[in-house]
Every structure is written in structure tokens, then in C-alpha cells.
């Protein structure tokens, strides 16, 4: 049997980054929570963490993390069901960690599971980062499903569609302009002459759409970097540069021209998730696929 002790005193170093931190949370001295760590990485025969200026989890210790928090989210609703439906309003709120990204968030995640988390008081922690990134935070522990690239499904977790995220080639049309040719062909030359907005190192959208649609595999060309949904979008409408927009978000930027019409990239999305959930967890995954057909084109 796993000790509940131990399991608290490691899951609150990795969540508070180190050992003293932790010994605070827990309010015990700092010996008391690296004996107890000793103890399990006794017991199992393996390392936990990887000491440093920055502890974190080993595979090990990650996998016992994702089982802490499981267990965490099991009691909250079973003890919200003790309770009974009348004591709704002092039940405490619960915590999901999600991981998503940026495109997903606004335009069809929250709009999709907001009733839901005020319905059931639900509290999200959500973690952005690249479609084909987000999996190394369910990967590690940090949360409990992700919106994600990846369709082979980690070990312990199911994948299951979502949709397709819809992307185009976008500027302001004295951008766009400067991309063509004299007859209005758009020229790759000219248009990897301008400097393309991109959210961030890890998105790659815009080789993508180069690659997909001209041929041409990871050009250069100048780039600037906008790490923020409305920062990197009003980039693109101040003529900045040329970037791939979601079509979902094209309506509120009437002021954006395509470069290529007619030519997009398709991401296709889908929702990993632990295989073995709490119902909390379980209504959130529901909600998540609802409003994904709601919302986003089959994949």
C-alpha cells in the first residue's frame, strides 16, 4: 500500500517547485518532508525527483502525481454525493487542470464548458501551449486531459476526435498586396520577403502552409513573435506581417484580407484523457466533446 503521507509530501514538491516550499504548505519542517520522499523512493526502489535548482518528477513520480490527484478528485465527488444535492452550495470547489491551445480557448472551449464548471463548481487550471505540445503536461501529471495533435494515445489515457481547427493564410491588404505579382498571382518570393507573425517558436502553421501549398520546406523569412491571441491577431491588422488565422476568428477581423484563397491547413484536434476518471472529470470530458461538434468541422 502506498502511504498517503509520503504521496502528499512529494506531490507538494513538485507543485511548489521545492523542498522548503513545501514544508511550509504542509506545515512541517523541511526533514519531515525529505524523509518521507526517502521513504517512498525507498519503498518503490526508484528515484522520484530530480534534485536541482528546479526539483521535478522522474516518469516515476509523475505517474504517482497523476494517481494523487485522481484520488484527490474521486474523494471531492464522493464526497459532494454524501452530501446530497441540497448542500450543493457548500460543496467545495474542485480543480481540473486542462491543457489547450490558445486558438481552442476562446473560440469554442470556454463558450463550451462554462455552464458546466458554474453548474458543478468546477475550477479550471488551464496550461496553454501548442497543439503538439500540449500531451507532455497529461504526460507528466499536471492535468487531467489535454486538447491535442496527437491521435495514438498515451499509456493509462484515451483519445477520441474532436474536430478540425481550420487555419488561412491572412494580412492587411497592403501586405497582401505586396505579395503579388503585377498580374495578382501571389508570388512565394515576395511573400517570404515580408515578415510573417507567428505566435510562437513552437508553432508551425506557417512552414505548414508553405510547405502544403508552395512546396517549399522550412524557408526562411523575417518572423515576429506574439505569444497572445489578440496581440498576435492585431499584429497581422496593423500590417506587421502575414500570419495563419483561425476561420473561426475571420469574422471578427473583417479588416483582414487572405493571401491565397481558398487554400487552408487543417489541424485536426482531439481530447486525450485518463482512461479511469472521476465524474467531475468525466462531465468536463462530455462537455469538451459537445462543444467541439458544436463548434468545430469533423475530423
Not at 134 to 140: M, R
Not at 203 to 218: I, N, S
Request: net charge neutral; proline share 6%; aromatic share 6%.
Amino acid at each position: 500500500m502506498l502511504d498517503a503521507r509520503q504521496l502528499e509530501a512529494l506531490t507538494a514538491v513538485v507543485e511548489h517547485g521545492s523542498f522548503g516550499a513545501a514544508a511550509a504548505a504542509l506545515h512541517l519542517t523541511l526533514s519531515a518532508v525529505s524523509l518521507r520522499i526517502k521513504a517512498l523512493e525507498d519503498s518503490l526502489g526508484q528515484r522520484l525527483l530530480v534534485r536541482g535548482k528546479q526539483v521535478r518528477a522522474t516518469p516515476a513520480g509523475q505517474a504517482l502525481i497523476g494517481h494523487v490527484k485522481q484520488v484527490r478528485l474521486m474523494e471531492a465527488d464522493l464526497l459532494s454525493g454524501l452530501r446530497g444535492p441540497e448542500s450543493a452550495s457548500g460543496v467545495a470547489w474542485q480543480s481540473l487542470g486542462v491543457a489547450i491551445n490558445a486558438d481552442s480557448v476562446a473560440s469554442w472551449f470556454l463558450p463550451g464548458v462554462a455552464s458546466l464548471l458554474q453548474r458543478h463548481r468546477l475550477l479550471l487550471e488551464i496550461l496553454i501551449d501548442d497543439q503538439d505540445h500540449t500531451h507532455d503536461a497529461l504526460k507528466s501529471g499536471d492535468v487531467m486531459g489535454c486538447v491535442t495533435t496527437r491521435v495514438d494515445a498515451m499509456r493509462g489515457c484515451v483519445a477520441e476526435p474532436l474536430g478540425v481547427m481550420r487555419y488561412r493564410c491572412v494580412a492587411a491588404p497592403a501586405v497582401a498586396q505586396r505579395c503579388r505579382t503585377p498580374r495578382g498571382a501571389v508570388s512565394p518570393h515576395k511573400l517570404l520577403s515580408q515578415p510573417a507573425v507567428i505566435f510562437n517558436r513552437k508553432d508551425a502553421l506557417q512552414d505548414a502552409f508553405l510547405e502544403q501549398h508552395f512546396g517549399l520546406r522550412q524557408p526562411a523569412y523575417p518572423r515576429h513573435f506574439a505569444p497572445a491571441v489578440d496581440a498576435f491577431e492585431t499584429a497581422i491588422e496593423l500590417g506587421l506581417g502575414w500570419g495563419m488565422v483561425p476561420e473561426q476568428h475571420l469574422a471578427a477581423r473583417p479588416l483582414l484580407e487572405e493571401i491565397l484563397p481558398g487554400a487552408t491547413v487543417d489541424v485536426t484536434l482531439y481530447w486525450q484523457h485518463w482512461a479511469h476518471e472521476s465524474p467531475s472529470a468525466q462531465r468536463l470530458t462530455q462537455a469538451v466533446k459537445t462543444a467541439a461538434r458544436a463548434h468545430l468541422p469533423p475530423a
